[in-house]
């Protein structure tokens, strides 16, 4: 069974940094295009970026461009958002995600997901 887990979520004061990572297991890693998406409560779940199988390709939502950073490490199977400059509407519950297609930002091209870990960016 395919298996994604996000790890290194919690509470940081606006303008630092945090580093989220995705282990996935029980898929061929660098099959799969990754993405990380995020979600508050009440709202829809929103894109926030992805990588494609090689990792030598991201795009972003505006949001986040520019402070945010996606890698993978396929050998490890990885991946990890490396966020800066962090705000306060940057609250959310954080998802990795396995896609289906590259350059997508639609739920439904992504079956596989994590459980989430929360963010949390305290003014």
């Known amino acids: 069974q395919v298996q994604l887990v996000e790890s290194g979520g919690g509470l940081v004061q606006a303008g630092g940094s945090l580093r989220l990572s995705c282990a996935a297991s029980?898929?061929?890693?660098?099959?799969?295009?990754m993405a990380w998406f995020r979600q508050v409560q009440g709202k829809e779940r929103e894109f926030v970026g992805a990588?494609?199988?090689?990792?030598?390709?991201?795009f972003y939502a505006d949001s986040v461009k520019d402070r945010f950073t996606i890698s993978r490490d396929n050998a490890k199977n990885t991946m990890s958002l490396q966020m800066s400059s962090l705000k306060p509407e940057d609250t959310a519950v954080y998802y990795c995600?396995?896609?289906?297609?590259?350059?997508?930002?639609?739920?439904?091209?992504?079956?596989?997901w994590g459980q989430g870990t929360q963010v949390t960016v305290s003014s």
């Open positions: 029980g898929l061929t890693f660098e099959n799969y295009p």
């Open positions: 995600a396995a896609g289906t297609a590259w350059r997508t930002t639609r739920r439904y091209d992504y079956y596989y």
């Open positions: 990588i494609n199988r090689d990792g030598d390709s991201t």
